[in-house]
């Protein structure tokens, strides 16, 4: 066990100028280098994680928190009364089925592919639709019209006219008769109008009528690929898929966001990883500068510290007394390096300090508990270990 007297030499070391200026600065710039590297690691840990959520919130805008889809096939039969009984139900705020389909659209000069969502006029995204219209406005209870993103409509030449439509195809679901020439169904859409939010987004959605999907690729009354739900609170998933369950009588899989867009999160977290080992690295090679401090430290008291043993001093308190050093030099570090960081944060949040490149966009970061944990967890055992290493099988 350690001794008081051997905390008290410890932080009296730590806060002592030594007779030797050479000395003073190694522990300075050794200190300085525990508050740096602590504090860049949160920041840049904080950088990410508002980064993360900026993009996310472009990316998977148009997805649901969960979804419902069927276990097998890629069709869904839930009559309107089960609908009905879904979104009665106490933590959802809204349930609305779609028919999702890979179609192509085109003209006589431009084609593309897009995944076409046909959709209700109480759909959950169409207030939102509206908000990001370009030109034009939405309204699912138009039969065969389309509502495109400005990119794909870029590339298709779309013209607001009257005279423009576009033709959609898609692969026939039933085409088993030997008599059905054609595997495509297709069908004219007139634009309805145009969207803009993000270019991915815009060349992977288009909307329409439910209706019209429906007729595309031949599905019956009642049959949707999904049903996408809003929560009104959070609750367990295992609850959601039980309640569901109990209403919707064929086998179903409820897929949430990170389940939805799985590449997507994957190398959002590899990022995330990868970020983190390098700037753990920076925060590795900073602690040489500890051992540099206390082996120097080690050199310049080792004579003074022979009187512990006249003293009644145990063997192995030199050791300790410097293992002490290491270690509370670590602490008041990453204490310093995150109250550091949390300052740069807060006056990022609030006074928009740096601007994402080109845009008037405030850069996003975001300070949250568990980076600050990680970030004082990730240097407290590098110092520690850093502390060991420097002070083991020591004499006096």
Same mark, same amino acid.
């Given at each position: 066990m350690f001794n008081s007297y051997i905390y008290k030499i410890a932080v009296?070391?730590?806060?002592?100028?030594?007779?030797?200026?050479?000395?003073?600065?190694?522990?300075?710039?050794?200190f300085f280098?525990?508050?740096?590297?602590?504090?860049?690691?949160?920041?840049?840990?904080?950088?990410?994680?508002?980064?993360?959520?900026?993009?996310?919130?472009?990316?998977?805008?148009?997805?649901p928190e969960i979804k419902v889809m069927p276990a097998l096939g890629k069709s869904l039969n839930v009559s309107e009364e089960k609908i009905k009984e879904i979104n009665q139900l106490e933590f959802i705020e809204?349930?609305?089925?779609?028919?999702?389909?890979?179609?192509v659209l085109s003209n006589e000069l431009n084609s593309g592919g897009v995944l076409l969502k046909g959709v209700l006029p109480d759909y959950y995204l169409n207030s939102s639709l509206d908000s990001l219209s370009l030109i034009g406005a939405f309204s699912p209870s138009k039969k065969n019209t389309l509502f495109l993103g400005a990119d794909l409509a870029s590339s298709l030449e779309v013209v607001m006219s009257d005279d423009f439509s576009l033709t959609a195809t898609a692969v026939k679901?039933?085409?088993?008769?030997?008599?059905?020439? +054609?595997?495509?169904?297709?069908? *004219?859409?007139?634009?309805? !109008?145009?969207?803009? &939010?993000? #270019?991915?987004? %815009?060349?992977?959605?288009?909307?329409?009528?439910?209706?019209?999907?429906? +007729?595309?690729?031949?599905?019956? *009354?009642?049959?949707?690929? !999904?049903?996408?739900? &809003?929560? #009104?609170?959070? %609750?367990n998933i295992n609850n959601i898929i039980d309640e569901l369950n109990l209403i919707i009588d064929e086998d179903i899989r409820v897929l949430g966001k990170e389940e939805l867009n799985p590449a997507l999160y994957k190398m959002l977290n590899t990022e995330n990883i990868a970020v983190y080992l390098i700037f753990t690295l920076v925060a590795i090679i900073?602690?040489?500068?500890?051992?540099?401090?206390?082996?120097?430290?080690?050199?310049?008291?080792?004579?003074?510290?022979?009187?512990?043993?006249?003293l009644g001093g145990r063997d192995g308190d030199f050791n300790?007394?410097?293992?002490?050093?290491?270690?509370?030099?670590?602490?008041?570090?990453v204490f310093a390096g995150?109250?550091?960081?949390?300052?740069?944060?807060?006056?990022?949040n609030n006074l928009s300090l740096i601007f994402v490149p080109g845009t008037s966009i405030p850069y996003p970061i975001k300070l949250s508990s568990l980076n600050v944990f990680i970030v004082f967890a990730t240097i407290l055992v590098l110092g520690l270990v850093t502390s060991v290493w420097s002070t083991r099988k020591l004499n006096v």
């Open positions: 009296r070391y730590f806060f002592s100028k030594d007779s030797k200026t050479i000395v003073n600065r190694i522990n300075g710039f050794a280098m525990i508050v740096a590297s602590s504090s860049v690691l949160l920041i840049v840990l904080s950088a990410f994680s508002g980064l993360k959520d900026f993009g996310l919130s472009y990316t998977s805008s148009f997805d809204s349930a609305s089925p779609v028919i999702e389909e890979k179609v679901n039933n085409s088993r008769s030997i008599f059905s020439f +054609s595997p495509f169904n297709s069908i *004219k859409l007139d634009i309805e !109008g145009v969207y803009q &939010i993000s #270019s991915d987004i %815009e060349k992977k959605y288009a909307f329409a009528p439910i209706e019209t999907v429906s +007729s595309l690729n031949g599905f019956g *009354k009642n049959t949707y690929t !999904g049903i996408e739900i &809003i929560l #009104s609170s959070n %609750e900073s602690m040489f500068n500890l051992v540099g401090s206390l082996t120097i430290m080690m050199v310049e008291k080792k004579k003074d510290l022979r009187v512990l043993n006249a300790k007394i410097f293992l002490s050093l290491g270690v509370f030099t670590t602490l008041v570090g995150i109250s550091l960081a949390v300052i740069v944060v807060v006056a990022q």
